[in-house]
C-alpha cells in the first residue's frame, strides 16, 4: 500500500515562505512521480508543479513559475515544493499526489493514481 508522509505546511506572512515535503513509500519499482495540487475553499482542486525522478520531469502551473520550485531526494523518496513570496491567495490545502514507473509527469488530476491527505498553507495579509 502506497503511504504518504507529507509536511512543512502552516501559517505565513504574506511575503513569507514554506517548503513543503512529500515522501512515499510501499511501492514497488525505483522511479515516481510525484505532483503537488491545491484546493482553496469553494474552489477546483488546480495543479501547481509535478516532478519525475526518472527523466527529471517538471511542469509548474504558469501562474507559479518563478515563486515555486520543485525538486526531489531519490534517495529519500521525497519531493519539496519550496514557495516563496506567497500571497493570501495561495491559501488552500496541499495535496500530494504519485504515480510510479511512468515517463513525466502532467497537472491533471487523474493523471496520478495516490493521493496524500493534504496539509494546510494559510498566508494571513
Known amino acids: 500500500e502506497v503511504q504518504f508522509e507529507e509536511s512543512g505546511g502552516g501559517l505565513v506572512q504574506t511575503g513569507g515562505s514554506l517548503r513543503l515535503s512529500c515522501t512515499v513509500s510501499g511501492f514497488s519499482g525505483d522511479d515516481y512521480a510525484i505532483g503537488w495540487f491545491r484546493q482553496a475553499p469553494g474552489k477546483e482542486r488546480e495543479g501547481v508543479s509535478c516532478?519525475?525522478?526518472?527523466?527529471?520531469?517538471?511542469e509548474y502551473a504558469d501562474s507559479l513559475k518563478g515563486r515555486f520550485t520543485i525538486s526531489t531526494d531519490k534517495a529519500k523518496n521525497t519531493a519539496y515544493l519550496q514557495m516563496n513570496s506567497l500571497q493570501p491567495e495561495d491559501t488552500a490545502v496541499y495535496f500530494c499526489?504519485?504515480?510510479?514507473?511512468?515517463?513525466?509527469?502532467?497537472?491533471?488530476?487523474?493523471?496520478?493514481?495516490?493521493w496524500g491527505q493534504g496539509t494546510q498553507v494559510t498566508v494571513s495579509s
Open positions: 499526489a504519485a504515480d510510479f514507473e511512468v515517463v513525466g509527469c502532467r497537472l491533471i488530476r487523474h493523471w496520478f493514481n495516490h
Open positions: 516532478i519525475n525522478s526518472f527523466d527529471d520531469h517538471i
